[in-house]
C-alpha cells in the first residue's frame, strides 16, 4: 500500500532536515516542492509531498510520520 505526507515549514534549513530526515526513513519525493508567503505569520513558507510503500491496511489512525 502507498501512503502519502505533505511536509511544511518555514523557509528554514528546518524544513530542508524535515524532508532529508522523511528520505532516509524510505519516503519518496511525490511532485515538486512549493513555496508561498505566509501573509498571517509574514514568512515564507516550503511544502514537499512525499510517499512510501507499506505492508498492511490504511487505517486513519496511523501516524504516518512513524511509518
Avoid at 6 to 11: I, P, T, V
Avoid at 40 to 64: F, H, W
Amino acid at each position: 500500500m502507498k501512503i502519502y505526507r505533505f511536509l511544511s515549514a518555514d523557509d528554514t534549513s528546518a524544513f530542508c532536515h524535515k524532508v532529508s530526515a522523511a528520505l532516509a526513513k524510505g519516503w519518496e519525493l511525490y511532485g515538486n516542492p512549493t513555496y508561498a508567503f505566509d501573509e498571517a505569520n509574514g514568512v515564507m513558507r516550503c511544502g514537499q509531498a512525499v510517499t512510501k510503500e507499506i505492508e498492511g491496511d490504511y487505517s486513519p489512525d496511523m501516524k504516518l510520520g512513524d511509518q
